[in-house]
């Protein structure tokens, strides 16, 4: 069983900055099958990132994922207002499972 | 435009079962792999089971194996999950989410806003 660490689990940051989230897994993760969620309060998740690098429809480009096999990053270039959330990694293939997410908050 | 709609949700005591329902609708429903996804009062995501797309996968998580069974009917455009033996750690906004694909990749593009299940005496 695949276990994901987020780090950290909360990052306080000012809009227009830089944002890197870092998702780690017990062991490697096959075929980069990698995602990356994003909720807002009240709302249900929202798919980013899949493939550990490929953007799903819709989503800005100043979202990025990055890496393979146990180390995978994802990072918002500039932070707008509309980017404070908590953002979840995790792990498909079989037996999907999540990371215990870390939240962007306003400085 | 891609809509899941959950319902059946509800106050159920300890040891009794609920069916939880989900209406699909904007993509073809039997191309697609399903799941149901929870997440308990304040925590994160579980993925709780998923169905491929036609039923001839299904996985489950091991908090829920035995208890939960999922299970489609492409003719309604419809995902259900019938819940027996529940407990107070089920007690979470139930999520009906739609794969990428039509295996069980596990990898959900739509989700529902969900339907919350609350065991307690």
């Known amino acids: 069983e695949i276990v994901l660490t987020q780090s950290p689990g909360t990052l306080s940051l000012s809009p227009g900055e830089r944002a890197t989230l870092s998702c780690r897994a017990s062991q490697s993760v096959s075929s980069s099958y990698l995602a990356w969620y994003q909720q807002k309060p009240g709302q249900a998740p929202r798919l980013l990132i899949y493939?550990?690098?490929s953007r799903a429809t819709g989503i800005p480009d100043r979202f990025s994922g990055s890496g393979s096999g146990t180390d995978f990053t994802l990072t918002i270039s500039r932070l707008e207002p509309e980017d404070f959330a908590v953002y979840y990694c995790q792990q498909y293939g079989s037996s999907p499972r999540f990371g215990g997410g870390t939240k962007v908050e306003i400085k | 435009e891609v809509q899941l709609v959950e319902s059946g949700g509800g106050l159920v005591q300890p040891g009794r079962s609920l069916r939880l329902s989900c209406a699909a609708s904007?993509?073809?429903?039997?191309?697609?792999?399903m799941h149901w996804v929870r997440q308990a009062p304040g925590k994160g995501l579980e993925w709780v089971s998923g169905i491929s797309w036609n039923s001839g996968s299904i996985g489950y998580a091991d908090s829920v194996k035995g208890r939960f069974t999922i299970s489609r009917d492409n003719a309604k455009n419809s995902l259900y999950l019938q819940m027996n033996s529940l407990r107070a750690e089920d007690t979470a906004l139930y999520y009906c989410?739609?794969?990428?694909?039509?295996?069980?990749?596990?990898?959900?593009?739509?989700w529902g806003q969900g339907t919350l299940v609350t065991v307690s005496s």
């Open positions: 904007g993509f073809t429903f039997d191309d697609y792999a």
């Open positions: 493939g550990a690098s």
């Open positions: 989410a739609k794969d990428m694909g039509d295996g069980l990749l596990g990898n959900f593009d739509y």
